[in-house]
């Protein structure tokens, strides 16, 4: 069965020839084309989800960790705008989304009918490509192009493409066979790398006696952890990587915030780097970013295939190229420096460490000394999805197990669909998945439970402290008379959203129960699992600002 529309069935024919595997779709009549004809597809996957922002975002998960496109498919009016959060995430993220909407034929717009707002390029902000159609035989060439480059975009930026897709009634006619259709092979412009002069790079790189490689959100990418092993061996490097880099070395500084919260003027003046260069998403430690905004290198290099992002404000080389390309070249030209920054850099991290343990050894029950025991227990070769705010920013002080892969939605660095994502992500691998959460993220987005493709071995760790940690640790909102206003103080539980969605619900709230509750967490079970952790949120920022004190 599928839609008797042409239109409908071209956009089908064009998802399957480019190989759109999954369609997640969430429910309208405006779109019934649509979902009639890709549910009855035999090579394209459909999945349901009612909730437009959470499905959005359950299909953001998927195409994270497939890096592949997924579409989303959904009805005319508001339906539409409730995707746009996961399409900003996609945007900034590099992540392949394609949005299709159903619309109503401009002659019904602005005229006072139902379900109907302008549709036509709302995302261009944020959207890599807006492909308007018109429902007429006429179109047919044109409506094929746009539908053509929309995908081939998808693929190729890895970022959103929107196609707007307007139905006249009937909706519901439907015949037994689906068309062929051809899509031209739109001309699209690759990357020229010629103009990068890798003998003056090198010159100039081989020349510092001080040089530091900052990599933020990156997919694990094994053939690229190989060739930072060779700057991990040069004594006038040091290497500094996020939680979300995915990259392990034992010569790399993993828990930069830990290293540089406390270091005064001088200090700072003696990390200061001649070169620094940059590849990855968004960086997540402030205290990074503030360093290298103050104490600006001579030469800063930012390596990405799309756009340069100038986050220090002192971006002297755009080096527009993917990563591992660049690195194969470039490592055949540098050379090993002698130099005492690195050794030195990396005893002053160990030192660190050790105040890390030892701290966390005599600490009591918090947000911080559960972060360990979490970290702790997470099984070898799993998923590690984690939300944003405060949780991330625990995350940045722990060292991660090398067979973990890490992933947040650091793009817009956005609470709301945090859950929905992880569901995705777990969705689309075979290894298990653990969602670090805090409440308010979790509870935001709790619609994200209202999903059947939720599998057994899904489990979330949600760290429950009553509000927004976050604002009693950053400076600014504690000298208000607002501050319920930003920490939202709550009494919620997810007990009942367990019974609801059918997860297995178990608490803790002290470092015992957090110890004895975790053991067996991991294991098969015939439900997901949720384990609710609550914290004392008048205790949680003072220990923690306590355990900075206490490693300076």
């Known amino acids: ?41 035999p090579e394209i996957e459909t999945l349901s989800v009612v909730d437009e922002r959470c499905a959005a975002f359950f299909a953001l998960g998927i195409a994270q960790q497939t890096q592949k496109p997924v579409a989303i498919v959904c009805t005319s ?31 019904l717009i602005d005229i006072g009918d139902g379900q109907t ?54 909706l519901y006619e439907t015949v037994s066979e689906l068309s062929h259709f051809n899509f031209p092979h739109i001309s699209l412009s690759s990357l020229d790398n010629s103009h990068i002069d890798y003998g003056n790079l090198s010159k100039i790189w081989n020349a510092a006696e001080k040089k530091i490689i900052l990599v ?31 990259l392990h070395q034992h010569k790399a500084i993993d828990s930069i915030d830990q290293l540089i919260f406390s270091l005064n003027e001088e200090q700072f003046e003696d990390l200061k780097p001649e070169v620094l260069i940059t590849f990855g998403g968004m960086i997540v430690s402030k205290k990074v970013k503030q360093f290298l905004r103050k104490q600006q290198p001579k030469h800063h290099w930012n390596i990405d295939e799309k756009k340069a992002v100038n986050t220090f404000f002192c971006l002297s080389e755009f080096i527009q190229i993917k990563p591992l390309d660049f690195f194969l070249k470039f490592n055949e030209t540098i050379i090993k420096r002698e130099s005492k920054y690195q050794q030195k850099w990396l005893q002053f991290r160990d ?37 944003n705010s405060s949780i991330i920013r625990y995350a940045q002080l722990f060292s991660i197990d090398k ?49 059947a ?45 367990c019974k609801m969605y059918n997860f297995d619900y178990l608490k803790a709230d002290s470092t ?15 439900k997901p699992k949720i384990l609710e952790i609550f914290t004392p949120s008048e205790e949680n920022d003072l220990i923690l600002k306590e355990y900075f004190k206490y490693i300076q």
């Open 1 to 41: 069965m599928y839609p008797k529309k042409e239109l409908a069935q071209i956009v089908i024919s064009a998802c399957s020839q480019f190989n759109i595997a999954t369609v997640v779709i969430s429910p309208g009549s405006r779109n019934a084309p649509l979902t009639v004809g890709f549910s009855n597809h």
């Open 77 to 107: 009016g508001s339906a539409l705008l409730n995707y746009y959060p996961a399409i900003a995430e996609a945007f900034y993220s590099n992540i392949p989304l394609v949005v299709i909407s159903a619309d109503r034929p401009k002659h």
């Open 117 to 170: 707002i302008r549709q036509e390029n709302v995302f261009e902000n944020h959207i890599l490509f807006s492909a308007n159609l018109i429902e007429n035989e006429k179109y047919k060439t044109r409506n094929s192009q746009l539908i053509g480059e929309a995908l081939q975009i998808a693929v190729s930026q890895k970022g959103p493409v929107h196609i707007n897709v307007p139905f006249d009634e009937p």
């Open 216 to 246: 933020g959100v990156n997919y694990p990418n094994e053939a690229l952890h190989k060739l930072m092993d060779a700057y991990a061996d040069d004594a006038s490097v040091l290497i500094l990587i996020e939680t979300t880099s995915n």
């Open 351 to 387: 030192e660190k460490r050790l105040k890390h343990a030892a701290y966390l050894l005599e600490t009591r029950h918090s947000d911080f000394k559960v972060f360990e025991q979490i970290i702790d227990s997470i099984p070898s070769n799993s998923q590690l999805q984690i939300s």
């Open 403 to 451: 067979t973990n892969n890490v992933f947040c939605n650091r793009g817009t660095s956005g609470i709301d669909g945090s859950t929905s994502t992880a569901i995705g992500a777990a969705f689309a691998t075979r290894n298990q998945t653990v969602f670090i959460t805090g409440d308010l993220s979790f509870f935001y987005d709790s619609n994200a439970l209202w999903n």
């Open 453 to 497: 493709n939720i599998s057994n071995n899904f489990r979330i760790i949600l760290i429950n402290n009553s509000g927004g940690g976050i604002f009693k640790i950053i400076p600014g909102p504690g000298t208000t008379n607002a501050a319920k206003y930003f920490e939202t103080p709550h009494n919620l539980t997810a007990e009942h959203l």
């Open 512 to 526: 015992t129960t957090v110890t004895k509750e975790l053991e067996g967490f991991y294991e098969k079970s015939e």
